[in-house]
């Protein structure tokens, strides 16, 4: 059988026992992204190409009368997370945009050289997971360099999401709900569902933990900033905003055309799909009524978190670390599919999934209906993520497809299988 997952593997392994040559390979990797990410953030012409911008002028303002949530940078482009980032990176504002640009780029290494190790620590075989955890990087290069190059939150991302994991295996219950706390106030797709997952789980520790920490990252810790009142009021703009631009009447949201608009190829979710193959244009999408899209995706998105939480039930202890992980990811990736707004640079969050199954790819007979599935699955997202930067294929919603399948072929496998 066609087994081209193995030959991949083979040069990843063959790669990794040569350090000299893996390290070479990582650092020109990095200087590359690295030129790439300063040209668009510091110094290249304005209007300035990286999200770094949004957020600094949003930490600008965040002290003053003015919303944080009106404010727009050199692009036009809207702030749209809940003020912590902002109140984070007040002391930021200070230095110039060059040094906000390499700091925020090192951070996004670290991220990524961080999510590494710490894959590698989750498997059981500590070089097993190290491999997995290069490959999956190679098949979500795409919107990894699309996150590191234009300043945004995805390999950060990334990063959260293995290391709450992380710490739920080595049974540090409490820090793995302030983490995930803090991940979800600091953006809250693509984490949000794992409140699901350990709901599923029955893991009341973290539940608890991640109440209370909601409670520090989104109320106490900004007030002590820049004030209960002040605080109050951004939270309250942000849930209308955040509400307001998926209703109805979205298409009077400020943010509408930069953000939430479904015919923009960006948007890869779904319902931004299934929504351009039914109204390619602007004046069908004005037109037509998108109810059944919109519930279509909702009905699709509760069933699939019902089953998925279903299966997941059984408790870390009675499980593989591959198969924890696989369900996991499952929550991770639907959280993108079902949402209104999936960015291209939110699909970082594929390595989650790619991680485990590389993993049972590694252990699953060549012959077999599951290993077949499995690779072509994996094989399928990965292709189909570069298609995201060939029009039309974007405008069609081939990398949602791609993912969507990889995401079934996952899930069924995970639902027959024990292990």
């Known amino acids: 059988m066609i087994a081209p997952i193995s030959f991949f593997s083979h040069v990843i392994d063959f790669i990794l026992r040569r350090k000299r040559l893996f390290i070479f390979l990582v650092v020109v990797f990095f200087i590359v992204i690295g030129i790439s990410t300063l040209c668009r953030g510091g110094i290249g012409p304005p209007p300035r190409r990286t999200d770094i911008t949004v957020f600094l002028r949003a930490a600008e303002v965040v002290r003053s009368g003015e919303s944080i949530y009106v404010v727009t940078n050199d692009r036009g482009w809207h702030y749209v997370y809940m003020p912590l ?250 959280m993108l599919l079902i949402s209104p707004v999936s960015e291209t640079h939110h699909y970082t969050i594929l390595f989650a999934l790619f991680l485990p199954v590389f993993l049972y790819l590694d252990e699953l007979p060549r012959n077999s209906a599951s290993y077949q599935c499995l690779m072509w699955g994996s094989l399928i997202a990965g292709f189909t993520q570069i298609l995201n930067y060939v029009s039309p294929f974007d405008i069609w919603g081939f990398p949602t497809i791609g993912v969507f399948i990889f995401w079934c072929v996952s899930f069924v496998f995970l639902a027959r299988s024990k292990t």
């Open 85 to 334: 980032l902002a109140v984070l990176l007040i002391p930021f504002t200070r230095l110039g945009l060059l040094l906000n640009t390499c700091l925020w780029y090192t951070l996004s290494v670290a991220a990524l050289c961080g999510t590494v190790l710490l894959s590698a620590q989750l498997a059981q075989d500590r070089l097993k997971g190290k491999r997995a955890a290069v490959m999956a990087i190679i098949f979500c290069m795409p919107s990894l360099v699309e996150s590191m190059t234009r300043g945004q939150t995805g390999v950060m991302s990334v990063f959260l999401a293995i290391a709450i994991l992380y710490l739920y295996t080595r049974g540090l219950a409490v820090w793995a709900g302030v983490l995930l706390a803090f991940s979800i106030v600091l953006k809250v797709s693509p984490l949000a569902l794992l409140v699901v997952f350990f709901l599923a789980k029955r893991e009341w520790k973290i539940l608890a933990a991640a109440l209370l920490g909601t409670l520090f990252f989104a109320w106490a810790f900004p007030s002590f900033v820049i004030g209960a009142d002040r605080n109050w009021l951004l939270l309250k703009e942000w849930i209308y905003i955040m509400t307001h631009a998926v209703s109805g009447a979205g298409n009077e949201s400020r943010i509408w055309k930069e953000l939430v608009i479904p015919l923009a190829q960006d948007n890869q979710s779904l319902y931004a799909v299934f929504t351009r193959w039914v109204c390619p244009t602007e004046t069908a999408f004005a037109t037509h009524n998108d109810f059944w899209i919109k519930w279509g995706v909702r009905i699709f998105g509760v069933v699939a978190l019902s089953i998925a939480a279903f299966i997941s039930r059984r408790g870390k202890s009675k499980l593989s670390p591959k198969r924890l992980m696989l369900e996991y990811s499952l929550f991770l990736v639907l």
